[in-house]
Each structure stands twice: as C-alpha cells, then as structure tokens.
C-alpha cells in the first residue's frame, strides 16, 4: 500500500488560486486531501534571469493510480506556463490514513465510464 501512495507538490501565485485548485483537485477525486501552506518567497531563474516571487504552496496527497488524472487537472488549472509538480513516493506511513488515500482518489464506478 505504502509504494502507492504519493506526494505531490505545486505552487500557486496567490491563496484564491491556490484554494480554486484545492477543491478541483478534491472534487476530481484526483487528491484525498490538499494543504494549503502559508506564503513563501521563491528564488528561481527564468529565462535567463534570477526572479523572486511570493507563492502559496500546496501538499496533495494521491496515489499511483490518480496521478495521470491529478497531473492533467493541476496542468488544465495552473496559471503558470511551467508549473512545479513534483511528486514523491510515500516510503511509509500510518495505514490506516494511506488506505484512506487510496479509497478517496478511486472514481466511483457510475462516474469513470
């Protein structure tokens, strides 16, 4: 169970955009649960040039199986033309949570077909 279990992370310029793209993910039932971070600064290059941008990160929880379905709806609802999606293998964890993941990003049967 463990190995399905993912964390992804993104960044959004701004809390309501930040808050949009929580509930689609959950909505979608591509996410079981998204953190919604306090504002951070962010120190990157972009095209060729050093930027500084204030950002709203975002912990999403999903499994293996969602993932396709949560990297299209995060790239559908970004506002950014590269958007940070990262996601991280879950080595270990309370199972009784990680079944919890992977029950709430299954689609339901009358709504995958």
């Known amino acids: 169970m463990n190995e399905n279990v993912l964390l992804v992370?993104?960044?959004?310029?701004?809390?309501?955009?930040?808050?949009?793209?929580a509930d689609a993910l959950?909505?979608?039932?591509?996410?079981?649960?998204?953190?919604?971070?306090?504002?951070?600064?962010?120190?990157?290059?972009w095209q060729g040039k050093i930027e500084t941008a204030?950002?709203?990160?975002?912990?999403i929880k999903t499994t293996r199986a969602a993932y396709p379905r949560l990297e299209?709806?995060?790239r559908?609802?970004?506002?950014?033309?590269l958007p940070e999606i990262i996601a991280v293998s879950v080595e270990t964890g309370f199972p009784g949570y990680l079944q919890w993941?992977?029950?709430e990003t299954q689609m339901p049967e009358n709504e995958g077909n």
Do not use: G, K
């Open 9 to 21: 992370l993104t960044n959004l310029p701004d809390r309501d955009s930040a808050q949009r793209m």
């Open 26 to 45: 959950i909505e979608s039932r591509t996410a079981a649960c998204v953190n919604i971070l306090a504002e951070c600064s962010s120190v990157y290059r």
């Open 54 to 59: 204030s950002e709203i990160p975002l912990l």
């Open 72 to 74: 299209a709806t995060l």
């Open 76 to 81: 559908a609802h970004h506002p950014y033309e």
């Open 101 to 103: 993941v992977a029950q």
